[in-house]
């Protein structure tokens, strides 16, 4: 059975830094691209970010590009999200999904983790 | 950049059907494929519909999913509406230009 448990989340200041974990089993996760998406309060869902199966591909939505970095440790089972520059609109669930590359989906879902930035 | 529009919310009673649009704003709706994520309060998404019409092992078959080029959405209906159904539904698609990942606003189904 899948699973993704994400880390990491709570309490960030305006222009701080957070770093997410997101920690994989139940599956081959070397063998899968794997994305962050995140929920604000009340709102829909936002794809932030994914990373290529190796790690050297990585993408970012506009809204983040240049303030967050995506990574992963295939040693370790885990994928990492580096959260720069924090603002408030930043305040969401942040979601880590195994992706299926080839139609660009995300078929297994982690709990979440809530992160609030506010000073 | 293409968008997807959801409806807000859609209601029905138990046992019937619903169906939930979501319309691409450019290029074709045909042109890659449609997905369909479940969220229930209080809990994570989980993909109920992908590659238009596929759906995940455990998946009940009351979810069917299809594509109009006429109207350029894409639709998932319920059909025998169970309690259980009430969630939040997005449909989400991939846009290879700019490889940016599109999530329709979400449609909100409320079980009566």
């Known amino acids: 059975e899948v699973q993704l448990l994400e880390s990491g989340g709570g309490l960030g200041q305006p222009g701080g830094s957070l770093r997410l974990s997101c920690s994989a089993s139940g599956f081959t996760f070397s063998n899968y691209a794997m994305t962050w998406v995140r929920q604000a309060p009340g709102k829909g869902l936002e794809w932030v970010s994914d990373i290529s199966v190796s790690g050297r591909s990585t993408y970012y939505a506009n809204s983040v590009k240049g303030r967050f970095t995506v990574s992963r440790d295939n040693s370790k089972n885990t994928l990492y999200l580096q959260m720069n520059s924090l603002r408030a609109d930043d305040t969401a669930v942040y979601y880590c999904a195994k992706v299926n590359s080839v139609v660009y989906f995300c078929d297994s879902w982690g709990q979440g983790t809530l992160v609030t930035v506010s000073s | 950049n293409f968008m997807l529009t959801q409806p807000h919310s859609v209601s029905e009673s138990p046992g019937k059907t619903v169906t939930i649009s979501c319309t691409r704003s450019?290029?074709?709706?045909?042109?890659?494929?449609v997905q369909w994520y479940q969220q229930r309060p209080g809990s994570a998404p989980t993909t109920v519909i992908y590659?238009?019409?596929?759906?995940p092992s455990g998946v009940p078959d009351r979810f069917s999913g299809s594509v109009d080029s006429s109207s350029n959405s894409a639709s998932l209906t319920i059909s025998g509406l169970m309690t259980e159904d009430e969630a939040d539904y997005y449909c989400?698609?991939?846009?290879?230009?700019?490889?940016?990942?599109?999530f329709g606003g979400g449609t909100k189904v409320t079980v009566l």
């Open positions: 590659e238009v019409s596929q759906r």
């Open positions: 989400q698609s991939f846009d290879s230009s700019n490889h940016n990942w599109v």
């Open positions: 450019t290029g074709s709706i045909a042109s890659t494929y």
